[in-house]
């Protein structure tokens, strides 16, 4: 499995409430914890067994060192992880105490990623590519169309949403968004091969078919979508039919929501085989 997509450093403050426009709020202490959307999802699925190459770029600095021992760590192949001269991305998240958050990401060594990059990947020994913004769309496209030209299964996270060209959304089997993502898109959503819509506290949806999911206590939202995205792309990648993969997304992203942080909130095979517990999800679409 191929991820590309954005490694950034975290940094967590809790609140009492977001901050109104004006207002100045006082939180706890500045967590710094590895997150960014793609490493976020490479670690996902690492965790839960896949083999993952994850393609992006971090500074020359100390949250690059903190993304590259948590992925390595993980077990991710950091191989096509490139060293940029801009400083790492970093995400100022507030989390409420329902578990909720707010991120504004500043995307630094993310930006400096360029096409070819892409074409130096090793697209013989990929099956699966998995790919969300927070990078350089024009990037996102090239590689979506690259595994389209090597017969490999593109899925994308298109988080944050934008307007993608007319030919890439028919590549993507599946393409994955939440509620508020699906309602910007309209009906581009119908477009991909098959779209899974995350519902919060609802579940997940695949075309008319409705995922349901029980209720845990959300500690931290933060990465719960790319906790749902890294186990769904994970199974996808084991030849798992779609719908299957749905539902073993769901308890993947409710696990995650259970403990603070993105990265280190995720399960691994062990914590979703019965033996400490099942929990179904709260919120896989929310956060990031």
């Keep these: 499995m191929l991820v590309l997509g954005s490694a950034n450093a975290d940094l967590v ?30 670690v996902a699925a690492a965790r839960l067994g896949a083999r ?11 949250h690059g060192e903190l993304l590259r021992t948590s992925l390595a760590d993980a077990g991710v192949d950091t191989a096509h992880l490139r060293t940029s001269d801009r400083p790492t991305g970093t995400a100022h998240i507030t989390v409420t105490p329902d578990g909720e958050n707010s991120i ?47 017969g490999v299964r593109a899925v994308l996270n298109l988080s944050p949403v934008t307007d993608l060209p007319d030919d890439v959304l028919p590549l993507l089997d599946p393409l994955v968004v939440n509620e508020q993502e699906a309602e910007a898109l309209g009906t581009s959503v119908d477009v991909p091969r098959a779209t899974v819509i995350t519902l919060g506290a609802d ?18 939202t933060t990465g719960a979508g790319d906790a ?6 994970r199974e996808l990648d084991q030849g798992v039919t779609l ?46």
Excluded at 52 to 62: I, K, L, N
Excluded at 105 to 131: H, K, M
Excluded at 203 to 220: I, N, T, Y
Excluded at 228 to 233: D, P
């Design 104 to 150: 504004v990401v500043s995307p630094g060594a993310n930006a400096d990623l360029r096409e070819s990059d892409i074409d130096a990947l090793p697209w013989q020994d990929v099956a699966t590519l998995v790919c969300s913004l927070e990078i350089p769309v024009p990037v996102v496209c090239h590689a979506i169309r690259t595994a389209a030209g090597h």
């Design 52 to 62: 993952v190459v994850f393609a992006g770029a971090v500074g020359r600095d100390g």
């Design 203 to 220: 579940g997940a949806r695949l075309g008319d078919r409705r995922f349901p999911a029980s209720r845990v206590r959300a500690v931290d």
């Design 228 to 233: 749902f995205t890294g186990a769904l792309v």
């Design 243 to 288: 719908p299957e993969a749905v539902g073993f997304a769901i308890r993947a992203a409710a696990w995650s929501v259970t403990r603070e942080g993105a990265q280190p909130s995720y399960p691994d095979l062990a914590d979703l085989s019965g033996e400490r517990g099942r929990p179904a999800v709260r919120r896989p679409g929310r956060g990031r």
């Design 13 to 42: 403050v809790t609140v009492p409430h977001r901050p109104r426009a004006g207002e100045t709020v006082l939180g706890g202490d500045v967590r710094t914890l590895p997150g960014g959307k793609g490493a976020n999802t490479a």
